[in-house]
């Protein structure tokens, strides 16, 4: 499967952005979907991720109950809905997809779980 991210961008701290992740080659609803993050200097960072259908989806403690991540079969599409965007949420933003079923505790929360990833797209939150 292949995967394109888009929709990041600059916007400023308190507002909103949609990331989408669309696949092709395989429907999307085969996989484990995750989003990681990567801020200048630091190691990438799991943000979210959900089963292959839908649920459950666990995200890191730095963003609950702001962003949400969704996916749409039709459009083949996996998306992370950002609300009250912070500096500290300024990263390149990857997302990726895992075959296998995660084993071990919070498996699915390590980039090593995840095949395939996106290219990555850049948010940047304006203070």
């Known amino acids: 499967v292949q995967l394109q991210a888009s929709g990041g961008g600059l916007v400023q701290a308190g507002g909103s952005l949609r990331l989408s992740c669309a696949g092709s080659?395989?429907?999307?609803?085969?996989?484990?979907m995750g989003w990681f993050r990567q801020a200048p200097g630091n190691d990438r960072e799991f943000v979210a991720t959900?089963?292959?259908?839908?649920?459950?989806?666990y995200y890191a403690d730095s963003v609950k109950g702001r962003f949400t991540i969704s996916r749409d079969n039709a459009k083949n599409t996996v998306y992370l809905q950002m609300n009250s965007l912070k500096s500290d949420d300024t990263a390149v933003y990857y997302c990726a997809a895992a075959s296998s079923t995660p084993s071990g505790t919070n498996a699915e929360r390590s980039s090593a779980f995840y095949e395939y990833w996106g290219q990555g797209t850049l948010v940047t939150v304006s203070s």
């Open positions: 959900m089963y292959w259908n839908g649920a459950p989806t």
């Open positions: 080659g395989r429907p999307l609803s085969r996989y484990f």
